[in-house]
């Protein structure tokens, strides 16, 4: 793993911040990084380890992110965090919530925090964005991580630029993870729209 440099650090903080603001704001409690932003490279082989072990299960909503800026961007949170996120969102017990229901809800809370981190790149680099509609799904952390190492592994690239942070809200234990894998670094897609 290789670290990455430059000035993309104060932009994706910029970013995660204004994410962290939005999401706060629908779940109705204070969040914050418990975690600092880190920019780094990784071989695809890397990628199931990225957010601790590999058997964690997770909640995940997936965006395939097309435009100007292409790439992958993936909130996962923990399994029992998902389900208290969703019970407090619903005002619902455990149990009371159909699944579909309880994904759309989680697909709800993705876009929140993926609109918001996209939104601020987009505005800071002038460019557009268009995220698919959220993928959620239930599995293991190092499984989706390696199925999305999988549709990385058509591309001839050795490593791959990574962002990733932790959320966690105040007072609570409900970590969140949101990772952005770039198609390709933001000044070549920069270059490409002029």
């Given at each position: 793993?290789?670290?990455?440099?430059?000035?993309?650090?104060?932009?994706m903080n910029e970013?995660?911040?204004?994410a962290a603001h939005?999401?706060?704001?629908?779940?109705?409690?204070?969040?914050?990084?418990?975690?600092?932003?880190?920019?780094?490279?990784?071989?695809?082989?890397?990628?199931?380890?990225?957010?601790?072990?590999?058997?964690?299960?997770?909640?995940?909503?997936?965006?395939?992110?097309?435009?100007?800026?292409?790439?992958?961007?993936?909130?996962?949170?923990?399994?029992?965090?998902?389900?208290?996120?969703?019970?407090?969102?619903?005002?619902?017990?455990?149990?009371?919530?159909?699944?579909?229901?309880?994904?759309?809800?989680?697909?709800?809370?993705?876009?929140?925090?993926?609109?918001?981190?996209?939104?601020?790149?987009?505005?800071?680099?002038?460019?557009?964005?268009?995220?698919?509609?959220?993928?959620?799904?239930?599995?293991?952390?190092?499984?989706l991580l390696a199925?999305?190492?999988?549709?990385?592994?058509?591309?001839?690239?050795?490593?791959?630029?990574?962002?990733?942070?932790?959320?966690?809200?105040?007072?609570?234990?409900?970590?969140?993870?949101?990772?952005?894998?770039?198609?390709?670094?933001?000044?070549?897609?920069?270059?490409?729209?002029?």
């Open positions: 793993m290789a670290p990455i440099c430059g000035g993309m650090t104060a932009v970013a995660l911040d204004h939005v999401l706060s704001a629908f779940l109705g409690t204070r969040l914050r990084w418990t975690a600092g932003v880190r920019i780094s490279s990784h071989r695809l082989a890397e990628l199931p380890a990225l957010c601790g072990p590999e058997d964690t299960p997770v909640a995940a909503a997936f965006f395939e992110v097309r435009g100007d800026l292409t790439g992958y961007l993936l909130l996962a949170i923990p399994e029992p965090a998902a389900q208290e996120m969703v019970e407090q969102l619903l005002g619902v017990i455990e149990g009371e919530a159909d699944q579909q229901l309880i994904d759309s809800t989680l697909g709800e809370l993705g876009n929140v925090v993926g609109s918001a981190f996209l939104n601020v790149l987009a505005d800071r680099f002038g460019i557009t964005v268009a995220p698919s509609p959220p993928q959620v799904t239930w599995d293991m952390v190092g499984a199925t999305l190492a999988g549709a990385l592994a058509i591309r001839a690239r050795d490593e791959w630029p990574v962002v990733h942070t932790q959320l966690q809200a105040s007072g609570a234990d409900l970590p969140l993870y949101l990772i952005w894998i770039p198609g390709q670094p933001i000044e070549q897609q920069r270059e490409v729209k002029r």
